[in-house]
């Protein structure tokens, strides 16, 4: 029997290289859209945002208090027993204009209004021109820089946005993604399988990566073994869609269509990448659109749609992949890798005392039936190529899939 071919691939770095190389983004599918304020969240700025509004428009009170004429103080504490609201003093609490008559606001732990209306003030009180006066635009003034081009849009940017004058926010477009289930095999989750069958769990979790990375997926139903209906699928694909994904048949079974069927429409750039698991993943460029043939194995899936897709639609939208934060942990156990791949391994950190850096990782095998354990996993790492392995009690790099709050 024949071995598995490890040597002469491309690295992830290098295929995404030249599959760029090969696609550039159509202006259709990197163009602008509007979207209201309450929208645009997630959303990427298409262009500079800057503020059409001034505030506070002429000035305002930096404090609940009295707005008072400074004149009467002039000469120091004014004689206040006979002071009239409306005449002498008017309210003005925090960011409240008031008229033009005033120019200086008293703190109102320093003013104490009687019923009669009259006010009785501490005998510390000092008031210039201006005091306790926030001045135009002291908050923000037209023109003022607010979003630069290329950032995710944050519930607090939309406070900014709002006071800026913000109403639509140009945006880029959302890459449609069209990703198309292949198997026979496969059954919708939510359906009990068979003998012979198996749940259809990449769907789900590609099209939310997908969601999180800022596309809009369009998932198809599950396509049969049957090559005419899988070059109807992807047919329908290309037509709507700005990037495909077609799932599982990128090997060299008997029924594995999806290789040919892209190679009557387009070019492949690359079938074998030293990435495992998941080593038949194909990039390939159809109709001047990017095509990837996924690996269907849950966790190469996963692992595809992290290096591969999120790169693939961060290209479309102009931003950076994103990074994610990393530990060091000790290894709690010898682990060997294949040193020709960069090799995903799903990981249980915990925390433990005992550990110079205050964690040890448990690395988890998805062969050895743990498949279920590693999807849930609350961290991973990929080894670099050329690494081997390492010792019981290594102390390695690992990536955080929750947030350190939720490491037991």
């Not at 609201?85 to 003005?92: F, I, K």
């Not at 607010?146 to 006071?163: F, I, N, Q, S």
Request: glycine share 8%; aromatic share 6%; with cysteine.
């Amino acid at each position: 029997m024949g071995e598995k071919i490890m040597h002469g691939f491309p690295s992830r770095e290098e295929a995404l290289a030249d599959f760029f190389a090969a696609w550039e983004p159509s202006a259709a599918a990197t163009a602008t859209e509007l979207v209201s304020l309450d929208e645009a969240v997630g959303r990427v700025t298409a262009r500079d945002l800057v503020s059409t509004n001034t505030l506070p428009v002429v000035r305002a009170s930096s404090c609940d208090g009295i707005a008072v004429k400074s004149a009467a103080f002039a000469n120091g504490l004014p004689e206040t027993s006979g002071w009239r609201l409306g005449e002498d003093y008017v309210r003005a609490d925090t960011g409240d204009d008031f008229p033009d008559a005033y120019d200086a606001v008293v703190m109102i732990e320093k003013a104490a209004i009687q019923p009669d209306g009259s006010v009785v003030l501490d005998a510390d009180v000092q008031v210039e021109p201006g005091t306790n006066v926030r001045g135009a635009g002291d908050t923000i003034k037209a023109g003022t820089p607010l979003m630069k081009a290329g950032l995710p849009v944050r519930p607090t940017d939309l406070a900014t946005l709002a006071m800026g004058g913000i109403t639509m926010v140009p945006v880029r477009r959302k890459p449609r993604v069209a990703f198309i289930p292949t198997g026979s095999e496969l059954v919708p989750a939510g359906t009990k399988p068979q003998r012979g069958q198996n749940v259809d769990t990449n769907s789900l979790m590609v099209k939310h990566m997908l969601l999180e990375y800022g596309a809009e997926p369009l998932v198809f139903p599950i396509v049969r073994d049957d090559e005419a209906a899988l070059e109807r699928a992807f047919a329908e694909a290309l037509a709507v869609a700005d990037f495909v994904v077609v799932n599982g048949g990128s090997a060299v079974g008997e029924e594995d269509f999806n290789v040919r069927m892209i190679e009557k429409r387009g070019r492949v750039v690359h079938h074998y990448i030293a990435a495992v698991p998941g080593r038949p993943l194909m990039l390939a460029v159809a109709d001047g659109k990017p095509v990837v043939d996924l690996p269907g194995p849950t966790l190469a899936a996963y692992y595809g749609t992290q290096w591969c897709l999120q790169a693939v639609v961060a290209r479309f939208l102009g931003v950076p992949v994103r990074s994610i934060p990393t530990v060091k942990a000790r290894a709690a156990a010898e682990v060997a890798g294949p040193p020709q791949m960069a090799n995903i391994a799903r990981v249980n950190l915990v925390r433990d005392a005992d550990s110079p850096t205050g964690y040890t990782a448990s690395f988890l095998n998805f062969k050895a039936g743990d498949l279920a354990a590693c999807m849930a996993s609350n961290a991973q790492r990929v080894s670099p190529i050329g690494e081997r392995g390492f010792e019981t009690g290594a102390i390695v790099d690992v990536e955080l899939l929750r947030g350190e709050e939720l490491i037991d």
